[in-house]
């Protein structure tokens, strides 16, 4: 099955007035994260996938626009999220047939992704890396990573 990763887009930054959860995104990410997730969507085929999200406000707002253009089946909110032990994030998904797309933070990805794939990626804001994952096996293969700027790189499409 499809494991997906996504970084939140662009978020205005931190003060003393805006904490940190609470970052909403920037009209710029915004518009970066509609792009990644068109381009994901003709990627999948248009497969409905589930979406799990961390509790900050930028993932969320990431994950709303996902949801828009893709068809999400299940949309979740988790604080596992916020953990960097890929193990902890398995254990409160759902596993079907359907790509699971989570929209998380760029230390967690990055550790998700080389738990995952063996792949180390530099997650931009509003980038994706598609991972077919098997769950029984726990090993998988990165075949496509998206961004704003760059299309995408990965397996070609059939």
Known sequence: MYLIFMRHGEAVA????????????TPQGKKDVRKVS???????????????????VRTRQTARILAE???AEGFH?????????????ANHI??????VVLVS?????QSYLLETAGAAIEFETASIA???????WRKG???????????RIGKDEE
């Open 14 to 25: 931190q003060t003393d007035e805006i904490a940190n959860r609470e970052r909403k995104l």
């Open 141 to 151: 293969k990165l075949l496509a990573y998206f961004t704003p700027e760059l299309k």
């Open 105 to 109: 933070h760029h230390p967690f990805l």
């Open 77 to 89: 909110m988790t604080e596992e999220l916020l953990q960097g032990d890929f193990s902890v994030v």
């Open 130 to 136: 598609v991972v077919d994952y098997d769950f029984q």
């Open 94 to 99: 759902m596993v079907d047939a359907s790509p």
């Open 38 to 56: 068109r381009l994901l969507s003709r990627f999948l085929k248009e497969k409905s996938l589930h979406v799990y999200f961390s509790p900050f």
């Open 69 to 71: 253009e893709c068809f």
